[in-house]
C-alpha cells in the first residue's frame, strides 16, 4: 500500500478502506504527505467523526502538526466542526499550540461559518 493511498481514501471518507490498511500497517495512522500534514489533520478539516474516531483509535497523534506548525484541531477549528473539536479535545488535543505565524486554534475559528460556537467549544475544554 502507497501512503498516497492513504490520503486519497481520508479525503474520499473510505472509512473501508482506510480501517483495512491500519490493520495492515500500525504506523500508517501517523502517516504525513510532503508538508508533515497527517491524516487526522485531513480528517479533522472534513469533519468527518468516523474516520477521526478511527485515526485516534488507532494512535494518531491528535497534537502532530504539519511543516508550518498547524494541527488538526485548527482544521476542525476554522471549518466549524464542533463535534470534532469535542472528540479531539476528549483525546488530549491541545487548545494552546501556535503554528508558524502564531496563530492557534482560536484564531482559526475566526475563519468558520459560526466563530462563537467553534470559540465556546474551544473555550469549554
Do not use: C
Request: no cysteine; proline share 2%.
Amino acid at each position: 500500500m502507497a501512503r498516497a493511498e492513504l490520503f486519497d481514501w481520508v479525503e474520499r471518507g473510505d472509512l473501508a478502506r482506510l480501517k483495512t490498511a491500519l490493520d495492515e500497517d500500525q504506523d500508517a495512522a501517523n502517516a504525513r504527505d510532503t508538508y508533515g500534514v497527517s491524516l487526522l489533520y485531513l480528517a479533522a478539516a472534513k469533519g468527518d467523526l468516523a474516520l477521526v474516531r478511527l485515526l485516534i483509535e488507532r494512535g494518531a497523534d491528535v497534537n502532530k502538526t504539519s511543516d508550518a506548525g498547524n494541527a488538526p484541531i485548527m482544521a476542525a477549528a476554522a471549518n466549524g466542526h464542533v463535534e470534532t473539536i469535542k472528540l479531539l479535545l476528549e483525546h488530549g488535543a491541545s487548545t494552546t499550540v501556535k503554528n508558524r505565524w502564531g496563530l492557534g486554534a482560536a484564531d482559526w475559528a475566526k475563519w468558520a461559518e459560526t466563530p462563537a460556537e467553534v470559540l465556546d467549544t474551544l473555550d469549554a475544554r
